[in-house]
């Protein structure tokens, strides 16, 4: 008899950003005549800059020609890719990473869900709350927890929660933990953390033989210059740490898909009589056995960011989204909302009015003015009382959104 993996059973609910859909949804046909403004999932509205769309154009005149057609490429991802990673992104920072700890993936979400595949069950997983969903379902999924509570978090897992009064950068936990899921700049809290509070974590890390699985899928938004860009940046990361990037928010590669693992030659994890395994390898083995590459057309264009005229067209267009957040968080400030993010990160977090339940919020901005955001409470039980906005939108819809704001 089939049996079913019940470590999937425990899972809490639909997930965020579908629930977040079906209700949009279900509004739409009860109410066609609305006219939704979705400021809630983090996808893009900027098209593909110029210097991109030429070099996939290229990538498929060449796809289409017998000289120069390409069959599988390295599961790894293609040298020229790789190395414009490793120069520009890490090198160029004074972050020591070479092109052949580089991955190539279809997505950081993707990276984040299956590197922890890698390590055993019987690692305790540490989570800022809130949190990017994907890092708790996935380990839920793996069977490292036990069932949730009546606040959704689950057993097994160490709850790190952000709130305003740590700038929603918590502290190292009092209690050991192996695997350490940190975000920054932060979904959905929109927080950084300074070079300062990354070195405690690699500190912790090095002290208790643990791995930090660092998403830094938002670095080009930020604008402080004091701010780190890669974990790599501080000392002793690479021994501990694994850094998960990706093209879709900068580049506008959310329909496209490419991202990138950087796997330090460094970073080890134990077998159970202490002896090092560095996880370069594993990883490797991993995505060789259950990837077959990023096509060759989406990495010619990736590659072009790195170009004078890509890096140009991409700071233009992320200039138009931190201007949105710019105006939305000065726009809810001066309706009485307490806002935070929205300076280094292209999401605003807001404190919900009247102590309302964040997917109260939700349904009221739906209802009454037709607009779209991410309750806090999907995030998390720290998220409760809070809610996201993403600055991913036309500069006119911001406008309009705002606009709506101050008639409720």
Avoid at 148 to 163: E, H, K, L, N
Avoid at 181 to 198: E, F, I, K
């Amino acid at each position: 008899m089939i049996r079913v993996n019940e470590h999937f059973l425990k899972l809490r609910a639909g997930y965020l950003f579908p629930e977040i859909g079906r209700r949009v949804t279900a509004f739409a046909k009860t109410h066609p005549d609305a006219s939704l403004i979705k400021l809630g999932i983090g996808d893009v509205t900027e098209p593909l800059p110029e210097a991109v769309c030429k070099a996939m154009h290229e990538a498929v005149r060449e796809m289409g020609c017998r000289e120069t057609f390409r069959g599988y490429g390295p599961e790894q991802g293609y040298e020229f890719l790789r190395k414009a990673i490793a120069e520009n992104d890490f090198q160029a920072r004074g972050a020591e990473v070479s092109a052949d700890e580089i991955f190539i993936s279809d997505g950081a979400k993707c990276d984040i869900g299956n590197l922890q595949e890698i390590f055993g069950l019987d690692n305790v997983v540490a989570v800022t709350d809130p949190v990017y969903p994907v890092y708790v379902d996935t380990n839920v999924m793996a069977g490292r927890t036990g069932p949730a509570d009546d606040s959704g978090r689950y057993s097994g897992i160490v709850y790190m929660p952000c709130t305003p009064e740590n700038n929603f950068v918590p502290d190292v936990p009092n209690e050991p933990a192996d695997l350490i899921y940190l975000c920054y700049p932060n979904n959905p809290t929109g927080a950084v953390a300074t070079r300062q509070q990354l070195k405690k974590w690699v500190d912790y890390a090095l002290a208790h033989k643990a791995v930090i699985l660092f998403d830094a899928a938002y670095e080009a938004f930020i604008q402080d210059e004091t701010i780190p860009h890669s974990i790599y940046e501080i000392e002793g990361a690479r021994k501990v740490a694994i850094e998960s990037r990706s093209f879709s928010k900068t580049a506008g590669f959310t329909g496209v898909r490419c991202a990138f693992t950087v796997v330090p030659e460094e970073v080890s994890a134990y077998t159970a009589d202490d002896k090092p395994v560095p996880l370069k390898a594993l990883w490797n083995r991993r995505h060789c056995t259950k990837f077959n590459g990023v096509s060759y057309i989406t990495q010619r264009g990736a590659e072009a960011v790195y170009s004078p005229q890509g890096r140009r067209q991409i700071r233009q267009i992320i200039s138009v989204y931190m201007r949105n957040a710019e105006q939305m968080c000065r726009s809810l400030s001066r309706l009485g909302y307490t806002v935070y993010g929205g300076r280094n990160a292209p999401y605003v977090w807001l404190k919900t009015p009247n102590g309302m339940k964040s997917w109260d919020f939700f349904d009221l901005l739906l209802e009454k003015i037709h607009v779209v955001g991410t309750p806090g409470a999907g995030f998390g039980a720290a998220g409760e009382g809070f809610f996201r906005l993403s600055a991913f939108n036309h500069p006119n819809k911001i406008q309009e959104a705002m606009d709506r704001f101050a008639s409720l």
